[in-house]
């Protein structure tokens, strides 16, 4: 089908990456055009599993992990399709999942970016326990839509559907888009490696006046932080250089007016954050540090991003707010409860 591409980054994801391919190519989807597979220097085999058992996909071979940003712009631009699906290898898709996401990213023109309801794998067990709706930015906290709460149709009424924009774990993006938003000739943005680059290419296309969509029709499975288990360093790096992004993120994008109007509300997300776990603290300011140091060229892309806006300052101001009293439960909930992990392993 040439409306579709399907590109997924690898990175030692042999365990997974078989039956991620089984679902996209599985009779109960639409044939994607093309599948490209971009390899960031695996090590555990999975390269040459992939040149044995599906010698029909494209596969670029990088020597070293470039980053999950570089990665996917390498294959962003070696898709001719007009609309590519992103996909981590650890995501499993169901029936019916592309033509879903086709069908919301062609509903409007000014449509640009699609999510499907993304539930939780968890040790290799689906779960009814929501993994994404799509990206929320409650006072520019990035976080996963419903995450933890059980799937019981809460997000699928039609007041649901607008979206800041699609989880960077399985989001679909209409090229045009793409072309429109990209900046200094990235669509991701590679100073960024990995992390909370999905939120930034929404925001930037948010400003462009693109939208986002979710379709809880299109379900698939995602068996988040699958590079991560077992191994606390890289757990450790997920944590600094996801707050640094964030920080990035929005000297990029927000306006001087946006700064004024809620500096309150973020330093109290901030001191909220902090207040959760003590231990945050060390990495907390790390990633403020490495914020500040690598200030410059994000204030550089504003200068490239900022003018190019379509939309008023208030445009966004429905996605920004939240209500004030679940901020802390909000917070503690995803990153600091013990209940958290004892939902997770119940499923």
């Not at 990456?17 to 220097?41: A, Y």
């Not at 999510?115 to 968890?122: D, P, R």
């Amino acid at each position: 089908m040439k409306d579709i591409g399907v590109n997924i980054v690898n990175w030692n994801g042999k365990q997974y990456i078989e039956d991620c391919l089984d679902s996209v190519l599985g009779l109960n989807q639409v044939r994607p055009e093309q599948v490209i597979i971009v390899d960031n220097g695996s090590t555990d085999g999975s390269r040459e599993f992939l040149e044995r058992k599906f010698p029909g996909i494209k596969l670029i071979k990088n020597d070293r992990n470039t980053g999950f940003c570089h990665a996917h712009n390498q294959g962003i631009l070696q898709s001719a399709a007009r609309h590519v699906l992103l996909l981590n290898f650890d995501v499993v898709l169901t029936a019916g999942f592309l033509e879903q996401m086709i069908n919301s990213i062609e509903s409007d023109p000014r449509v640009g970016m699609v999510s499907g309801k993304l539930l939780k794998q968890v040790a290799g067990r689906p779960s009814e326990l929501i993994d994404s709706t799509g990206i929320e930015m409650p006072y520019y906290f990035m976080r996963p839509r419903g995450e933890n709460e059980r799937d019981n149709g809460g997000y699928d009424a039609p007041e649901q559907r607008d979206i800041f924009g699609p989880c960077g774990a399985a989001p679909l993006y209409r090229r045009e888009m793409l072309e429109d938003i990209k900046c200094r000739g990235e669509y991701f943005d590679e100073d960024y490696f990995n992390y909370v680059e999905d939120v930034d290419l929404a925001w930037r296309a948010q400003l462009r006046g693109w939208k986002g969509r979710y379709n809880p029709q299109a379900v698939a499975y995602h068996e988040r932080g699958a590079t991560r288990k077992g191994n606390p360093r890289i757990t450790d790096d997920y944590y600094v250089r996801g707050l640094r992004n964030r920080y990035f993120s929005m000297i990029k994008n927000m306006t001087r007016e946006e700064w004024k109007k809620y500096w309150k509300r973020i330093i109290g997300v901030e001191m909220v954050f902090i207040w959760g776990d003590f231990q945050f603290i060390r990495p907390r300011l790390k990633a403020f540090l490495l914020a500040w140091k690598g200030s410059l060229p994000m204030r550089e892309k504003r200068k490239l991003i900022q003018p190019r806006r379509t939309v008023p300052v208030d445009y966004l101001d429905n996605f920004f707010k939240y209500q004030e009293m679940r901020v802390p439960a909000l917070i503690r909930a995803k990153y600091f409860s013990p209940k958290r992990k004892a939902a997770e392993e119940k499923t």
